[in-house]
């Protein structure tokens, strides 16, 4: 099953991007990387996801790199509400299974 | 639309008990998912449905855990008998489709004493 590593936390300024990044060394050229959070007692929350291009949306944008062995989801101006568990999740080929690993605790400081 | 809902949001029992956890999913989805949250293991997918029907229940932890979907806009989770172990956040998901993205409902907090 395609992997991903991912930091454990992160603090970030209110009002700063918070860029975080994700390794999907072992993603293969079908799968797509999905991005969702959960904040505190909450169910986890779709962010965005992309498979080679750069994708933009409402709530973030998520950067792929060429060889797509690692991404960035960029939340542009952080707020405290954005304090968070993101979960980077590479889709298992071929089937509707998301691997969720441990995740980036974000901290969005004021 | 008012997303995934699920009934009851908590729910305390005692060992032994049967325990029924309840999902409505978004209307006109029709891919449904239950998953598992603890600290030890995190988010785990314990069974999928798609049009009704369970297509993978290789999550599911034992047979004391069962799954059904009768129809397209309600679906359950049986634990009998419940025990200690099984104290975790149980959630439901639906997607449009397999391969779209998961809308996650609020959660049900079981405590087992």
């Known amino acids: 099953d395609a992997k991903t590593t991912q930091p454990p936390s992160m603090d970030c300024a209110e009002g700063r991007a918070a860029n975080l990044p994700c390794n999907h060394s072992t993603i293969s050229g079908n799968e797509y990387v999905y991005w969702y959070r959960q904040i505190h007692s909450q169910g986890p929350q779709y962010i965005i996801h992309?498979?080679?291009n750069n994708e933009t949306n409402e709530m973030a944008s998520l950067i792929i790199t060429e060889d797509r062995k690692s991404s960035t989801l960029i939340l542009p101006h952080a707020t405290l509400r954005d304090t968070a568990v993101y979960y980077c999740?590479?889709?298992?080929?071929?089937?509707?299974?998301?691997?969720f690993g441990t995740g980036t605790r974000l901290k969005v400081l004021a | 639309d008012a997303g995934v809902i699920q009934s009851p949001r908590h729910e305390v029992t005692e060992m032994g008990q049967e325990v029924t956890l309840r999902c409505k999913p978004i209307s006109g989805h029709n891919s449904l998912f239950w998953y598992r949250q603890t600290m030890m293991r995190g988010l785990e997918l314990l069974i999928y449905f798609n049009n009704n029907v369970p297509i993978d229940d290789s999550g599911m932890p034992e047979d004391r855990f069962s799954a059904k979907m009768p129809n397209a806009s309600f679906s359950t989770l049986k634990i009998q008998p419940s025990e200690p172990r099984d104290s975790a956040v149980y959630f439901c998901a639906s997607s449009l489709a397999s391969g779209f993205e998961q809308y996650f409902g609020p959660g049900t907090r079981l405590t087992v004493t």
């Open positions: 999740i590479v889709r298992v080929e071929g089937t509707y299974k998301y691997i």
């Open positions: 992309g498979l080679k």
